[in-house]
């Protein structure tokens, strides 16, 4: 499997180089039909990536907006209860002083009772006026914890409302991203649109004539790198030295079978199934069927999953692409099939479909089981 790898990653840009030149010959052409399919086709290639790069990015803010809601949620709880707690505090301790306002004056047991002697009070009236001076002064022992608790309770409830305002704020942001993110996935999808309504009949079917001897290619040289390292294909009817199919977990054998059930079905941005899916949402569904919580972007799975070395790779982990060399700029997930293959939904336009791993942009791997 080591070997299959190494050759998957030194070969990926020469194959995305080749492939093009395997499309070209597939029939004659005019050289000046040819230079406009070629011309539309690279146009369109870039509109793909914007698109995918954009719909990463929406698909981030839309999973911050979520997360964002629920602290909202949880931090007006909070608020709501500080607040109370507050509010309590205050109550209880206009209560302690109705109660010493009516307990009457508060003098030292020993000099009320001294006043009432020498001005000629009797000794019932002076016991009198020591029990209210202990009431008293116990109200105000209590009423100095009662202040203390609620200052903190008031402190909390500050707290509690700036937090609240904090989610907020990034809740807001969060949308505003997602609007923006919405609107570039808009304008490339749009400018894609005007490039094919523009371009005659002839320059089209040369297009999609050139990308699906394209896909073939790929998925050919994939099978043959996997039949030179002895490699089992995705459903192990390929013998090998080490069986990769059988080297993979339950769980990854249970979200191929899943991604599978949904060959053909058509790519949408922002899609998380059962019906239209993005690349992400695909990969996310397909392990979620397995028992398996992944997270919900590209770039999230990445960073959140254990990495595995691509010449490692096995039936069932996630191989990216990216724009670059920093997974910042991945914006492609795919489900590693085995064999040399990954499934994947490609973009606006295409469907869930087989291809080869040695797709451009090839970046790394994880392993969600």
């Known amino acids: 499997m080591k070997n299959f790898g190494r050759v998957v990653a030194a070969g990926a840009l020469a194959l995305a180089l080749a492939v093009p030149a395997a499309g070209a010959h597939a029939e004659p052409r005019s050289e000046t039909l040819q230079a406009q399919a070629d011309a539309l086709r690279t146009s369109v290639e870039a509109l793909r990536l914007q698109q995918s790069i954009a719909t990463e990015a929406y698909d981030t803010a839309i999973d911050d907006t979520a997360r964002a809601i629920s602290q909202e949620v949880r931090a007006q709880a909070v608020l709501d209860a500080a607040t109370g707690t507050s509010s309590a505090a205050a109550t209880a301790a206009t209560r302690r002083v109705r109660t010493l306002y009516m307990a009457g004056p508060a003098l030292p047991t020993g000099l009320s009772s001294g006043l009432g002697l020498l001005t000629g009070g009797t000794l019932d009236r002076a016991a009198d006026t020591a029990r209210s001076a202990a009431v008293a002064a116990t109200v105000v022992a209590d009423d100095r914890t009662t202040l203390t608790r609620a200052v903190t309770a008031r402190a909390d409830a500050i707290a509690a409302e700036a937090d609240l305002q904090e989610v907020r704020r990034e809740k807001t942001a969060a949308q505003r991203a997602a609007q923006t993110a919405q609107a570039e996935v808009t304008t490339a999808l749009a400018r894609q649109q005007d490039l094919l309504d523009s371009a005659d009949a002839a320059v089209r079917r040369a297009v999609a004539d050139e990308e699906e001897a394209a896909r073939q290619a790929a998925l050919a040289a994939a099978a043959q790198q996997a039949a030179a390292a002895g490699v089992a294909d995705a459903t192990g009817e390929t013998a090998g030295v080490a069986d990769a199919v ?28 059962p019906s239209t899916f993005d690349c992400s949402g695909l990969t996310q569904w397909a392990y979620a069927q397995a028992g398996v919580s992944i997270p919900r972007t590209s770039r999230q799975q990445y960073a959140g999953l254990p990495r595995v070395p691509l010449d490692q790779l096995q039936p069932g982990d996630l191989v990216f692409y990216a724009n670059g060399s920093d997974p910042s700029t991945i914006h492609h997930v795919a489900l590693y099939l085995g064999g040399g293959k990954v499934l994947h939904a490609p973009h606006t336009g295409d469907v869930v479909r087989v291809a080869g791993v040695a797709m451009p942009g090839l970046f790394g791997a994880v392993r969600p089981s």
Request: no cysteine; net charge negative.
């Open 246 to 273: 059988a080297d993979a977990s339950t769980a990854a054998l249970g979200a191929i079978a899943a991604a599978h059930t949904r060959e053909g079905v058509p790519y949408a941005w922002g899609a998380t199934g």
